[in-house]
């Protein structure tokens, strides 16, 4: 199993503060993906990074795959109450199909 | 278009009986994931199949667990004799496998609560 570290494990924030979550590892992955995760709803894919260093963004969410694709960054900007959920990265396996998936980065944002 | 359909969405179950986990995933798709989620160890894959073969069981936690597809638009996640410790969420995945990367869709899961 490879693991993969999230950072904060919960955040609680106001509306309109900017925030970072982190997905850490020690293992080189062959893309990474987020995904945002509501309340009794399975989770729902954000983005997928497959190249070192690359970038994507969606509206104000900016996520960042490391130079040796072994860690990522989502950036909220401008943060609404809507963009409370899990977020969850996955690193896919350099063998097969599958995902490992984070341990959770759980946003609350308060109006 | 229908997405990944689970059920039951809930299941309370005694220790010791069988619990039986269904999954239809989306038409198309030949690939399947079973995962399991929990507030202690978060979201972990139990098994994955390709084109209706298993994969990958080495998530799967002890014999007590199985799972099937006997079919590409049918899947079974089967615990017998189930126990406390299994109560979770259970869901299931499904994504196309031609090239990659690999975009899974998730069904709402089942809640599984074992007393």
């Known amino acids: 199993t490879q693991l993969l570290e999230q950072s904060p494990q919960f955040l609680s924030i106001q509306e309109g503060e900017n925030l970072t979550v982190y997905c850490n590892s020690s293992s080189v992955f062959s893309s990474l993906q987020w995904y945002r995760q509501e309340p009794g709803e399975g989770p729902v894919l954000l983005v997928t990074?497959?190249?070192?260093?690359e970038v994507k963004k969606l509206k104000r969410l900016t996520f960042q795959f490391g130079d040796a694709r072994k860690d990522s960054s989502l950036h909220i900007t401008a943060a609404q109450p809507g963009d409370t959920g899990l977020y969850l990265c996955a690193g896919g396996g350099n063998t097969g199909n599958q995902f490992y998936f984070g341990t959770g980065t759980s946003l609350t944002v308060i109006p | 278009d229908a997405g990944v359909i689970q059920s039951p969405r809930h299941e309370v179950t005694e220790m010791g009986q069988e619990v039986t986990l269904r999954c239809k995933p989306i038409s198309g798709h030949n690939s399947l994931f079973w995962y399991r989620q929990t507030m202690m160890r978060g979201l972990e894959l139990l098994i994955y199949?390709?084109?209706?073969?298993?994969?990958?069981d080495s998530g799967m936690p002890e014999d007590r667990f199985s799972a099937k597809m006997p079919n590409a638009s049918f899947s079974t996640l089967k615990i017998q004799p189930s126990e406390p410790r299994d109560s979770a969420v259970y869901f299931c995945?499904?994504?196309?496998?031609?090239?990659?990367?690999?975009?899974?869709?998730f069904g709402p899961g089942t809640r599984l609560t074992v007393t």
């Open positions: 995945a499904s994504s196309r496998l031609a090239g990659g990367p690999y975009e899974q869709y």
């Open positions: 990074v497959v190249t070192g260093g």
């Open positions: 199949f390709n084109n209706n073969v298993p994969i990958d």
